[in-house]
């Protein structure tokens, strides 16, 4: 009896404590709790909360609803501004088992005509962390679901160079009642240094750590030279779990990209793309994409892996009709400079073509090694076709990309041109600076006509080139790689026909350049044509430079700077046939890659026109005698010249 009196005693004292508080609240209210409340967070955090309106506590279990009306949060002493949180009405259920293991676990938050500004600082401490140094990752508050009405959002991050400023405000619900209401937005400020204009909309409820829910939202974005649209769902904001958009991205060139992906991507011209962004897991992938690079269109889709030592992208694209002045940023050609140099090179005597950035034939801007740590990759790209020039017939390209541990490979690349093909396989260590580079190159059935200026394809016929490059430099651009290449160089072109009024002017011969002036230009049989360098220190000396026709045959000698891209060959004649009237002397090629000049050796003619002038002086019939080319030259063994052995 005791103890059940004992028992009944206690439930009355309880009771009454129960009656008690609550006759206190429906007297007096909640408000009595903003004091202690205030208390109990300046000792916590170190900042001041303060509430000047009422405060409200709708009882629930176990998520009782707190709302708080001209509420504001302070932030640090060391941020920029002095509130972390300013708003007329604050709203929230609060997890009371949580709160018990002094878990702060918030849902359903909402803010009226907030103002929230959130800081980094450059040593770390963020200020939402609510620990008094603000560095414990612990001592956040967990928000599951967030909504704003009218309000304005901050970021600062001094560190990373970002600096944003947002506007937000809820959407009139749709007079039909069809579609729920929801939150357009816009900012501006800078992103890693980028400046940043943004506009949108989205769903009203922020579903933050929602992992099934997905949140819609639409977005026109510019950061830098880079604008994005995208449109369609993101399943948690915080973690971005899920992606499902529909995206167009444009700009001035893709290696820009890095900033905001982190991920490395090569220079380029300025490009425009559209596809279907997604994500699962810890895969993002742009699928069916479409668009152009420069005037080159461009297809096909491209993936993002992580969870590896770095990312790994895989892509596999196709262009129809490539441009080749679209590959010029890729291997460091400076805007305009590949069309022109080439351009220049192929068109004797059109350094006018050439604009004044592209004075240099070889690209020499340097490749930008430092991000290649970043990601590793296995590309494939295919050119079904190319935009023909009448100065570099290319046809078609194909390639692998793999880029892993900084070491970049081409392996195959391969080039239709001018009816044949260029194989190659190119690998670039970026593990050493400068950047150590090996060349391997097979020439293969390239058609000499097809390679002649436009109006000069009836020169040469049925002439087929092949050859060999084999080169190894280092240097931080293909420039700098020639510059100190070792290898070798060695071309052969066999068969078909040539012009002999060219291969008569080469030999000086005045008798026949007249006699065909008159009788018109004719072909003539064209044996081989041999090139065989050693490439030291980038260096091209000559072994072998040999052109042998049915009336002359040219030899060579000297050497190519591949560094200073100068020109100092010699060529001499042995002519075949008697020529009754020649100037023969060597002839010299100097100048430069971009504006070869071509001269004969003006002492030797002289000497050759002073005889002919003396014995004309004695018999006039004599003075011809100095000009004769007596011959005769030997056909030449093609195969043992390009091996070196005559």
Same mark, same amino acid.
């Given at each position: 009896?005791?103890?059940?009196?004992?028992?009944?005693?206690?439930?009355?004292?309880?009771?009454?404590?129960?009656?008690?508080?609550?006759?206190?609240?429906?007297?007096?209210?909640?408000?009595?709790?903003?004091?202690?409340?205030?208390?109990?967070?300046?000792?916590?955090?170190?900042?001041?909360?303060?509430?000047?309106?009422?405060?409200?506590?709708?009882?629930?279990?176990?998520?009782?609803?707190?709302?708080?009306?001209?509420?504001?949060?302070?932030?640090?002493?060391?941020?920029?501004?002095?509130?972390?949180?300013?708003?007329?009405?604050?709203?929230?259920?609060?997890?009371?088992?949580?709160?018990?293991?002094?878990?702060?676990?918030?849902?359903?938050?909402?803010?009226?005509?907030?103002?929230?500004?959130?800081?980094?600082?450059?040593?770390?401490?963020?200020?939402?962390?609510?620990?008094?140094?603000?560095?414990?990752?612990?001592?956040?508050?967990?928000?599951?679901?967030?909504?704003?009405?009218?309000?304005?959002?901050?970021?600062?991050?001094?560190?990373?160079?970002?600096?944003?400023?947002?506007?937000?405000?809820?959407?009139?619900?749709?007079?039909?009642?069809?579609?729920?209401?929801?939150?357009?937005?816009?900012?501006?400020?800078?992103?890693?240094? @980028?400046?940043?204009?943004?506009?949108? /909309? +989205?769903?009203?409820?922020? *579903?933050? $750590? =929602?992992?099934? !829910?997905?949140?819609? %939202?639409?977005?026109?974005?510019?950061?830098?030279?880079?604008?994005?649209?995208?449109?369609?769902?993101?399943?948690?904001?915080?973690?971005?779990?899920?992606?499902?958009?529909?995206?167009?991205?444009?700009?001035?060139? @893709?290696?820009?990209?890095?900033?905001? /992906? +982190?991920?490395?991507?090569? *220079?380029? $011209? =300025?490009?425009? !793309?559209?596809?279907? %962004?997604?994500?699962?897991?810890?895969?993002?992938?742009?699928?069916?994409?479409?668009?152009?690079?420069?005037?080159?269109?461009?297809?096909?889709?491209?993936?993002?892996?992580?969870?590896?030592?770095?990312?790994?992208?895989?892509?596999?694209?196709?262009?129809?009709?490539?441009?080749?002045?679209?590959?010029?940023?890729?291997?460091?050609?400076?805007?305009?400079?590949?069309?022109?140099?080439?351009?220049?090179?192929?068109?004797?005597?059109?350094?006018?073509?050439?604009?004044?950035?592209?004075?240099?034939?070889?690209?020499?801007?340097?490749?930008?090694?430092?991000?290649?740590?970043?990601?590793?990759?296995?590309?494939?790209?295919?050119?079904?076709?190319?935009?023909?020039?009448?100065?570099?017939?290319?046809?078609?390209?194909?390639?692998?990309?793999?880029?892993?541990?900084?070491?970049?490979?081409?392996?195959?690349?391969?080039?239709?041109?001018?009816?044949?093909?260029?194989?190659?396989?190119?690998?670039?260590?970026?593990?050493?600076?400068?950047?150590?580079?090996?060349?391997?190159?097979?020439?293969?059935?390239?058609?000499?006509?097809?390679?002649?200026?436009?109006?000069?394809?009836?020169?040469?016929?049925?002439?087929?080139?092949?050859?060999?490059?084999?080169?190894?430099?280092?240097?931080?651009?293909?420039?700098?790689?020639?510059?100190?290449?070792?290898?070798?160089?060695?071309?052969?072109?066999?068969?078909?026909?040539?012009?002999?009024?060219?291969?008569?002017?080469?030999?000086?011969?005045?008798?026949?350049?007249?006699?065909?002036?008159?009788?018109?230009?004719?072909?003539?049989?064209?044996?081989?044509?041999?090139?065989?360098?050693?490439?030291?220190?980038?260096?091209?000396?000559?072994?072998?430079?040999?052109?042998?026709?049915?009336?002359?045959?040219?030899?060579?000698?000297?050497?190519?700077?591949?560094?200073?891209?100068?020109?100092?060959?010699?060529?001499?004649?042995?002519?075949?046939?008697?020529?009754?009237?020649?100037?023969?002397?060597?002839?010299?090629?100097?100048?430069?890659?971009?504006?070869?000049?071509?001269?004969?050796?003006?002492?030797?003619?002289?000497?050759?026109?002073?005889?002919?002038?003396?014995?004309?002086?004695?018999?006039?019939?004599?003075?011809?005698?100095?000009?004769?080319?007596?011959?005769?030259?030997?056909?030449?063994?093609?195969?043992?010249?390009?091996?070196?052995?005559?």
């Amino acid at each position: 009896m005791t103890l059940l009196r004992t028992l009944k005693w206690l439930a009355s004292v309880v009771l009454a404590l129960v009656i008690a508080a609550v006759l206190f609240i429906a007297l007096f209210g909640w408000n009595w709790l903003r004091t202690p409340l205030e208390r109990q967070v300046l000792a916590q955090t170190g900042r001041v909360l303060a509430i000047q309106g009422d405060l409200q506590v709708q009882s629930g279990w176990p998520w009782p609803r707190v709302k708080a009306q001209q509420v504001t949060f302070a932030n640090p002493a060391w941020a920029a501004q002095a509130n972390m949180l300013a708003a007329d009405e604050v709203a929230f259920s609060i997890h009371l088992p949580q709160l018990l293991w002094r878990h702060l676990v918030v849902s359903d938050l909402h803010l009226v005509h907030p103002t929230v500004f959130l800081e980094r600082h450059p040593d770390g401490r963020k200020t939402w962390l609510l620990d008094p140094n603000q560095q414990d990752d612990n001592a956040r508050i967990d928000i599951d679901r967030l909504t704003l009405d009218q309000g304005v959002i901050g970021f600062e991050d001094v560190a990373s160079q970002t600096s944003l400023h947002a506007e937000l405000s809820t959407l009139a619900k749709p007079a039909d009642n069809t579609h729920p209401s929801g939150v357009s937005f816009n900012a501006k400020g800078k992103y890693k240094g @980028l400046s940043l204009i943004a506009e949108g /909309t +989205g769903d009203t409820v922020l *579903a933050l $750590r =929602d992992d099934s !829910t997905p949140f819609g %939202l639409a977005i026109d974005t510019t950061v830098g030279h880079t604008h994005i649209q995208a449109d369609g769902h993101i399943t948690s904001l915080l973690k971005f779990s899920a992606i499902d958009m529909q995206m167009a991205l444009s700009g001035d060139n @893709l290696n820009q990209l890095f900033t905001l /992906t +982190g991920i490395a991507f090569p *220079a380029t $011209r =300025d490009y425009v !793309t559209q596809g279907h %962004l997604l994500r699962q897991g810890n895969t993002v992938r742009y699928d069916a994409f479409t668009g152009r690079v420069g005037t080159s269109d461009l297809s096909g889709w491209l993936q993002v892996k992580t969870g590896g030592k770095r990312p790994l992208l895989t892509a596999d694209l196709t262009s129809t009709k490539l441009t080749l002045e679209d590959l010029g940023p890729v291997i460091g050609a400076r805007p305009g400079h590949l069309d022109a140099a080439l351009k220049a090179v192929a068109q004797t005597g059109a350094a006018e073509a050439v604009t004044p950035k592209a004075k240099r034939v070889i690209p020499d801007l340097p490749f930008k090694v430092a991000n290649w740590d970043t990601v590793d990759a296995e590309v494939k790209f295919s050119a079904q076709s190319m935009r023909r020039t009448s100065y570099m017939p290319l046809e078609a390209l194909s390639t692998h990309l793999s880029l892993k541990d900084s070491v970049l490979t081409l392996d195959p690349l391969q080039f239709g041109v001018a009816g044949g093909h260029l194989d190659a396989v190119i690998s670039l260590d970026g593990r050493h600076n400068p950047i150590q580079a090996r060349a391997q190159v097979q020439i293969k059935r390239l058609a000499l006509a097809k390679l002649l200026p436009a109006g000069q394809t009836g020169k040469a016929s049925a002439s087929l080139i092949g050859g060999q490059i084999k080169l190894a430099g280092s240097g931080n651009s293909m420039g700098s790689m020639l510059a100190k290449a070792n290898g070798s160089v060695a071309l052969l072109m066999s068969g078909g026909e040539i012009s002999q009024m060219t291969m008569e002017k080469a030999g000086l011969h005045l008798w026949e350049i007249f006699r065909l002036t008159l009788s018109g230009d004719k072909q003539i049989k064209l044996r081989c044509a041999v090139a065989n360098f050693d490439v030291k220190a980038g260096t091209m000396e000559a072994n072998t430079m040999l052109l042998d026709t049915e009336v002359t045959t040219l030899l060579g000698s000297g050497s190519i700077d591949l560094e200073q891209e100068k020109l100092d060959l010699t060529l001499t004649q042995k002519t075949k046939n008697t020529s009754p009237l020649s100037l023969r002397s060597p002839i010299h090629i100097g100048g430069n890659f971009v504006k070869p000049i071509i001269k004969v050796d003006q002492g030797r003619m002289a000497v050759r026109a002073l005889g002919a002038l003396a014995l004309g002086v004695v018999n006039p019939l004599l003075a011809l005698v100095p000009l004769i080319d007596a011959g005769p030259g030997q056909d030449s063994d093609c195969v043992q010249w390009l091996q070196g052995k005559k």
